[in-house]
């Protein structure tokens, strides 16, 4: 167990390493029982100091220790649970070692461990130590060989980094690969796979003509779900080289399904290892959204190879020069393989919903963090997501100049180990500007906030537009400095078209959409040459992570949603009148909704043209964002307002809804192609609206769909409209029904078991607790706890939320078991009741008794303690 007292690690305090690792030779020989690992490190001091010479471990048996052939004594060296010391040793010398570790009893799935007949290695961020001693820091790059000695017939295949260099029959039925990486990476990157596998293979040919032989391997009885991965990898490889002129540089380059795996997937050199449900897909066991998923995580880990293996993190504190940017990338490649205005609208509902609520929590953290006390809690939205939309305003700052920037920083930084500061050093490189102020996105935390008003003179054909930027103090944050914020503007005349624009005192030629640099807390903007009065488009595409504040009237918010050509603006001009129409109904339930907005739906149902795109606009704000526009949390009054809002629409457009679901119903071939997804996705929002009436043809459209059987999106889609409505006897007999059908496909009952913790009632912490005992779940697979738990904490705010506590305390009892566990888990679990302030005074009360109770248990993690403490400081 991690020693919770930890103090905390400050980017200040940043040393460079005392020792620099060349070489790395390991020798895994794999036992069912007592795993032996042989490490041979040729090191060599780094500077002029005299430094000693300290090694991280955890839960290492050590069985020898030796310095150039020579075996130290047990008083040559000092060694305690997380440290090797060795003082006086030579300037360059090799350290050879020999530790035995568990990996069958290592539910914590960080290092080497087992996961059912399978070994298997996640490093990121600190696990190598749990395999041998080794200076476990990203800024230590080296060379590896790695053997692997393994009983042949039970594991077969086994692999690691780089290119194999040979293989050897042993004597007892054993067997042994040696594996050789030309690339020198950090530790977090070593990789690990022996079991029983079967082989997906396929070819690609680089730009040069080079030809890559490509491997996915999964469990026997799931290879034949692997061929969409293969197809989405070969799209990523062609992307890249394509967009960023990157070439793949290894032979092979092989992926792995794993079933119990802490993180989405790993990104280590050649040897990517996945979570079987970012990987696994056919069309009778996933849906659009796991084709999307997987699409988009194996071009995220495939585009890793260069912004994260070949150029690295100096530091954990630096994540986000690998994250960030690799997620803007793996966002721009899913906007090229889709609809690029829909997945701007699912990247930006993301932020506002949860990294937005994570700006305002008590886990708030600039993009490049301060100080943490355990890395693992860092692997956070703010890193990912905030510091993609960081990368993303670089893009749009330099516009042509950021591919001449990105080239710059592959040319100055592979094989090296860097930070953000010298990713924006290329930006200010090929630019020529000074991006000083732009550097506060890395280091300050929270959500900007853009207070906007517009005023037309129309005597002198001018608008103006008046900003002001507020960034409110976080605590611990000394001070909040003006950002530069890139605003992008548009202007609409009264008939929906675009206006040509010109700044006054601008050379340029007009554009209909300018990008406005906010500099100062408050700025002037003038447009000349406006002939009448215009409707403000602003912030298209989002430009900028902010919260953007304009007056505007419904009439206003109709019209952008109609007519603008942004669709990002058009999206958001739905949500704010969604989300003005539920406020209202939560402080007067009997209000209703307004002819015109009835109208503005049913237009968009019956004419627009871009399927997805009408899906979005009719999406109601989820009942956790609406929260978090109120003071306090109204749990119970938000989803009244919610299910009254999607009735009045369903009573007033049941006929439209109806002739929608006809319309889009197919009998074509399931493919996980754009047009089908959007017209699967249009169908089933409007087939869940339609239910809101509950009538007998409602109930028998929906349980012919589910019936059908065509595919797992239309199953799932009419399964949780069944569960969610409560709509007895047929929920339990589709339930029942489900389970009967997938009861042996671990990632589809995963799927079984979330749309029941999802049920909006408050007897669903009953329901979720007797789950807890159902055979297939277990506390060994964050899958598992994920579908269930998670789903009941993230997606239930009204059973999750119950007045008497029951929620809270299910949640706390589960943290607490897997605390000892698998700390991973539970501390992202935890993060659920952080914000407990939020609420009224009752359930504020249940929820600061349970963190107290958490905070109370003997040997806490080092990650569930982390955010334990800072929600209740």
């Known amino acids: 167990m991690k020693d919770a007292s930890s103090r905390a690690i400050h980017l200040s305090d940043y040393q460079p390493p005392a020792y620099l690792v060349d070489q790395v030779d390991l020798t895994f020989d794999l036992r069912n029982k007592g795993t032996k690992v042989k490490a041979r490190l040729e090191l060599r001091r780094n500077g002029e100091h005299n430094d000693p010479l300290l090694l991280d471990g955890e839960q290492l048996n050590t069985l020898s220790v030796a310095i150039d052939g020579n075996k130290l004594a047990e008083s040559d060296f000092i060694m305690t649970s997380t440290q090797l010391r060795i003082d006086n040793v030579p300037d360059v010398f090799i350290l050879e070692t020999e530790v035995e570790i568990a990996p069958e009893s290592n539910t914590a799935l960080e290092g080497l461990y087992r996961s059912n007949d399978l070994f298997c290695t996640q490093c990121e961020a600190e696990g190598f130590r749990r395999i041998t001693w080794y200076p476990d820091r990203p800024d230590v790059m080296a060379l590896f060989r790695t053997s692997i000695e393994a009983e042949r017939d039970m594991f077969p295949v086994l692999l690691s980094n780089g290119n194999p260099v040979s293989e050897e029959q042993l004597d007892n039925g054993r067997h042994r690969i040696t594996w050789e990486d030309p690339f020198p990476k950090p530790s977090y990157l070593f990789a690990l796979v022996a079991g029983n596998l ?14 890559v032989t490509l491997r996915i391997y999964s469990e026997p009885e799931n290879i034949d779900k692997c061929d969409y991965a293969m197809e989405s990898l070969k799209k990523a490889m062609r992307w890249d080289e394509e967009v960023y002129g990157r070439e793949y540089d290894l032979d092979i380059f092989m992926v792995v399904a794993v079933n119990d795996f802490n993180m989405g997937a790993m990104e280590n050199k050649g040897l990517n290892i996945f979570n079987a449900k970012l990987l696994l897909a056919r069309p009778d066991t996933a849906t659009d959204m796991d084709y999307q998923g997987i699409e988009a995580v194996v071009a995220h880990e495939y585009f890793h190879n260069w912004t994260g293996n070949r150029i690295t993190c100096r ?25 690029r205005d829909v997945k701007r609208i699912e990247d930006v509902r993301m932020l506002r919903s ?17 100080s943490y006390i355990e890395i693992n809690n860092f692997y956070t939205l703010t890193v990912y997501e905030k510091g993609a939309e960081v990368v993303r305003m670089q893009a749009l ?56 008003s517009g005023e037309y003179d129309a005597d002198k054909g001018k608008y103006s537009l008046k900003v002001r930027q507020e960034l409110l103090t976080i605590s611990g944050q000394k001070e909040s400095l003006p950002m530069l914020i890139p605003l992008a503007v548009g202007l609409l005349d009264s008939e929906g078209n675009e206006m040509p624009l010109r700044l006054e005192g601008a050379e340029a030629e007009p554009h209909t959409t300018i990008m406005i640099e906010v500099t100062e807390a408050q700025q002037e903007f003038l447009f000349t040459g406006i002939s009448h009065e215009p409707v403000p488009s602003l912030l298209r595409g989002f430009s900028a992570p902010v919260k953007l504040h304009f007056d505007y009237s419904q009439e206003q918010l109709l019209f952008l949603m109609a007519h603008d050509s942004d669709g990002f603006v058009r999206w958001d001009a739905a949500q704010t009148l969604h989300q003005q129409l539920l406020l209202e109904k939560i402080s007067n339930p009997d209000a209703t909704l307004p002819t015109a907005y009835i109208d503005a739906i049913r237009k968009v149902l019956l004419e627009c043209d871009d399927l997805a795109l009408a899906t979005e606009l009719l999406a109601l704000p989820s009942e956790s964002y609406l929260g978090d526009q109120m003071e306090i949390v109204d749990v119970d009054a938000i989803h009244a307002a919610r299910e009254s809002v999607r009735f009045e629409i369903a009573e007033a457009l049941d006929e439209e809804l109806a002739g929608k679901c006809s319309e889009l119903a197919s009998d074509d071939a399931y493919e996980p192609v754009h047009e089908q997804i959007a017209a699967r996705s249009l169908k089933n929002h409007a087939l869940s609206l339609l239910a809101m009436t509950g009538t007998d043809e409602v109930r028998e459209l929906v349980e012919s769909q589910y019936m059908a059987q065509q595919n797992m999106t ?58 807890m005992s159902h055979p297939a779940f277990t506390l060994t697979n964050p899958n598992r706890v994920r579908a269930l738990v998670g789903s009941f904490v993230m997606n239930n705010p009204v059973a999750f939320h119950r007045e008497d506590g029951a929620g809270y305390r299910l949640l706390a009892d589960l943290v607490i078991e897997l605390n000892d566990k698998n700390p991973q888990v539970a501390a992202r679990l ?20 349970q963190l107290e109770h958490i905070a109370a248990i003997p040997a806490i993690s080092r990650d569930v303690s982390e955010i334990v403490n800072r929600s209740l400081a």
């Open 354 to 370: 949860h990294q937005f609520a994570e700006d305002a929590s008590p886990m708030a953290h600039p993009v490049r963090p301060d």
């Open 198 to 211: 079967a082989l997906l293979e396929d070819r690609f040919t680089t730009m040069s003509g080079r030809e």
């Open 714 to 771: 239309d199953v799932m889609a009419a399964l949780s409209i069944t569960v969610q409505r409560g709509w007895q006897p047929l929920s339990r007999r589709l339930l029942e029904d489900f389970e009967r059908c997938w009861s042996d496909m671990p990632l589809v009952m995963d799927k079984w078991f979330g749309v029941q913790a999802s049920v909006p009632a408050t007897a669903t912490v009953e329901a979720v607790t007797a789950l």
């Open 397 to 452: 700052l330099l516009g042509d100049d950021y591919r001449r920037a990105t080239d710059l920083y592959f040319e100055r930084y592979d094989g090296q180990a860097v930070t953000t500061d010298d990713f924006v050093s290329c930006m200010e490189s090929v630019s020529g500007r000074d991006l000083g102020q732009f550097r506060r996105w890395y280091s300050q935390a929270g959500t900007p906030q853009l207070h906007v």
């Open 315 to 339: 530091d954990w504190f630096q994540l986000s020069l690998k994250e960030g940017l690799t997620v803007f990338r793996d966002q721009e490649f899913s906007a090229d393989m889709g609809s």
């Open 830 to 849: 935890v993060r659920h009741m952080s914000r407990w302030r939020r609420y009224d005074e009752i359930r504020s009360a249940l929820m600061k008794e």
